[in-house]
């Protein structure tokens, strides 16, 4: 697996995404404002534009798979809207649509993303 060290975890400023260029592709990565660190793809497959690190921070409620509802947090484009979970890359308004998720961590203060 190799990894990347991207920025200082004081570059992200809290509820907002950066952009990282890594081997050719585009990932966004995420801070919230409990320091939990995401990163997924930055391409918007419904605007068909890189800019899904300039999207909004926010969270909703989810039933789980036992009924019992759960916050999900998910950034949703700058374009469209649509509402994408940090977690999973899954489209919480399109069950066909999800977007690649990256290994992201903490290194000292350094973000690191891991990836194959």
């Known amino acids: 697996m190799k990894q990347h060290t991207i920025c200082?975890?004081?570059?992200?400023?809290?509820?907002t995404g950066v952009c990282a260029l890594i081997d050719g592709k585009q990932?966004?990565?995420f801070r919230t404002k409990k320091n939990d660190?995401?990163?997924l793809?930055?391409?918007?497959?419904?605007s068909q534009a890189n800019v899904l690190s300039r999207g909004l921070i926010?969270?909703?409620?989810?039933?789980?798979?036992?009924?019992?509802?759960?916050?999900v947090l998910y950034v949703a484009s700058p374009i469209y809207k649509q509402r994408f979970n940090l977690a999973t890359g899954q489209c919480l308004d399109s069950e066909e649509t999800a977007l690649n998720?990256?290994?992201?961590?903490?290194?000292?203060?350094?973000?690191?993303?891991k990836y194959n």
């Open 8 to 15: 200082r975890l004081n570059d992200i400023i809290p509820d």
């Open 27 to 29: 990932i966004a990565i």
């Open 37 to 39: 660190l995401f990163a």
């Open 41 to 46: 793809d930055n391409y918007d497959p419904f």
């Open 58 to 71: 926010g969270g909703t409620m989810i039933a789980n798979e036992t009924g019992t509802d759960e916050e």
């Open 101 to 113: 998720t990256y290994k992201v961590e903490l290194n000292g203060s350094d973000v690191v993303i």
